[in-house]
């Protein structure tokens, strides 16, 4: 798979792996069925504990990007539709260059959710 983590970075790393989960799903480079690693393997892959790819996969589960299907596995999620997908692309776009940047997380998220709060009504 072509994630990686790096350890001196300010960015947890369920953060790093769920950030570039999200991205290759994103832009389709991991097309909707695609079976994903366990948690084990990929923790043992990137040389993490299982609870940090746990989490990751938590996040992205709750985001819509993947599904568990018990003891089947966990597949990148059908039925996104077209603009969640341009939506996902802008937010991974968003997140490298605040990566870039410099722009911890949570002030990342914090300029988000201000914009979207600025947005209103929906």
């Known amino acids: 798979m072509l994630i990686s983590v790096d350890v001196g970075s300010s960015v947890p790393p369920y953060e790093q792996v769920r950030a570039q989960l999200a991205e290759l799903i994103g832009d389709g480079r991991l097309p909707v069925g695609t079976r994903l690693p366990t948690v ?65 997380p949570a002030e990342a998220l914090a300029l988000v959710r201000a914009a979207l709060d600025a947005s209103r009504p929906w």
């Open 40 to 104: 084990r393997q990929l923790a043992e892959d990137l040389k993490l504990a299982a609870n940090t790819v746990a989490r990751a996969y938590r996040e992205l589960e709750a985001g819509g990007l993947i599904e568990t299907r018990g003891r089947n596995g966990t597949f990148v999620a059908p039925g996104r539709d077209d603009a969640m997908d341009r939506l996902q692309q802008v937010a991974a776009d968003y997140a490298a260059e605040a990566r870039r940047l410099g722009v911890p």
